[in-house]
């Protein structure tokens, strides 16, 4: 639990943080960002060894709960919220992060390097966000965040299993927020894309994932229902797209035009 006395901590005593892909990069930067503003995190990376590294290296190791589990798999992905049910929590955050890249040309590689990657990075979001749907509607309230990329809309080659996991998971959050939005307005939904990150699967030159863990828990910690279905392109949210009609009435001042929201 975090520290009472702290009244930073007390604003989020209620507060409970899942990371998916939280052994390195982005996802154990989130989850150190989470624990040094008292909020708890936990920590889910296939490898012991990994997530075990995202605790000793936090500034706050006792706001970390580290969990070795593959999020390709359904049975174990239930014994991890199994395992959270024993915490007092009524605010659930989820971020699916987890993800894979295998580069490989696609007509003479084995299918084994798509179907993982369409496991961890799709279907291990939808079987985190079934599980923890449950508890937030339970609660009333909850944040779901996808970790996502602009690989659907421009793939690349050697891409083909990373760049349609994806853009499924894009569809993927858009249909959520289409089926629970309007029900339980106060569980929102957002894609968020951190950008070209100075990681593993990202390149040198890239951005260091310890900034763009600082807007992901930023987005994360917002509770404001209009918020639901925004996509977020590193630190602002990007304009849906609007219809001639909708245009015309905006330049008119029929209607309100977007105004971006800006991430700290």
Same mark, same amino acid.
């Given at each position: 639990?975090?520290?009472?006395?702290?009244?930073?901590?007390?604003?989020?005593?209620?507060?409970?943080?899942?990371?998916?892909?939280?052994?390195? *990069?982005?996802?154990?930067?989130?989850? $150190?960002?989470f624990?040094?503003?008292?909020?708890?995190?936990?920590?889910?990376? !296939? @490898?012991?060894?990994?997530?075990?590294?995202?605790?000793?290296?936090?500034? $706050?190791? =006792?706001?970390?709960?580290?969990?070795?589990?593959?999020?390709?798999?359904?049975?174990?992905?239930?014994?991890?919220?199994?395992?959270?049910?024993?915490?007092?929590?009524? $605010?659930l955050?989820?971020?699916?992060?987890?993800?894979?890249?295998?580069?490989?040309?696609?007509?003479?590689?084995?299918?084994?390097?798509?179907?993982?990657?369409?496991?961890?990075?799709? #279907?291990?979001?939808?079987?985190?966000?079934?599980?923890?749907?449950?508890?937030?509607?339970?609660?009333?309230?909850?944040?779901?965040?996808?970790?996502?990329?602009?690989?659907d809309?421009?793939? @690349? %080659? *050697?891409?083909? #299993?990373?760049?349609?996991?994806? *853009?499924?998971?894009?569809?993927?959050?858009?249909?959520?927020?289409?089926?629970? *939005?309007k029900?339980? %307005?106060?569980?929102?939904?957002?894609?968020?894309?951190?950008?070209?990150?100075?990681?593993?699967? #990202? !390149?040198?030159?890239?951005?260091?994932?310890?900034?763009?863990?600082?807007?992901?828990?930023?987005?994360?910690l917002?509770?404001?229902?209009e @918020?639901?279905?925004?996509?977020?392109?590193?630190?602002?949210?990007?304009?849906?797209q609007?219809?001639?009609?909708?245009?015309?009435? =905006?330049?008119?001042?029929?209607?309100?035009?977007?105004? %971006?929201v800006? @991430?700290?």
């Open positions: 639990m975090t520290d009472q006395g702290d009244p930073m901590a007390a604003k989020f005593d209620d507060t409970l943080a899942i990371v998916t892909g939280a052994g390195s *990069g982005l996802g154990r930067a989130l989850c $150190h960002q624990a040094e503003r008292g909020i708890r995190a936990v920590g889910v990376a !296939r @490898l012991n060894d990994s997530i075990l590294g995202t605790k000793e290296t936090c500034k $706050h190791p =006792e706001n970390i709960i580290s969990i070795a589990a593959d999020v390709s798999d359904q049975v174990a992905a239930e014994r991890v919220f199994h395992q959270l049910d024993q915490l007092e929590f009524s $605010h955050i989820l971020i699916n992060n987890a993800s894979v890249y295998d580069r490989y040309d696609f007509a003479t590689a084995s299918l084994d390097f798509f179907e993982r990657e369409i496991k961890t990075n799709f #279907g291990g979001a939808v079987s985190y966000t079934h599980l923890a749907l449950q508890r937030m509607i339970r609660n009333g309230k909850g944040r779901i965040i996808n970790v996502g990329s602009f690989a809309q421009a793939p @690349l %080659p *050697g891409s083909t #299993g990373y760049s349609v996991s994806k *853009g499924a998971l894009r569809l993927f959050s858009a249909a959520l927020v289409a089926d629970v *939005g029900r339980f %307005p106060n569980i929102i939904i957002n894609d968020w894309v951190p950008g070209m990150l100075d990681t593993k699967m #990202g !390149r040198p030159e890239g951005l260091d994932p310890k900034q763009a863990a600082v807007w992901g828990v930023e987005l994360a917002l509770r404001n229902p @918020l639901n279905g925004l996509v977020f392109d590193m630190n602002q949210d990007i304009a849906p609007r219809s001639l009609k909708r245009r015309v009435a =905006e330049a008119l001042g029929l209607r309100p035009k977007h105004v %971006p800006f @991430l700290d």
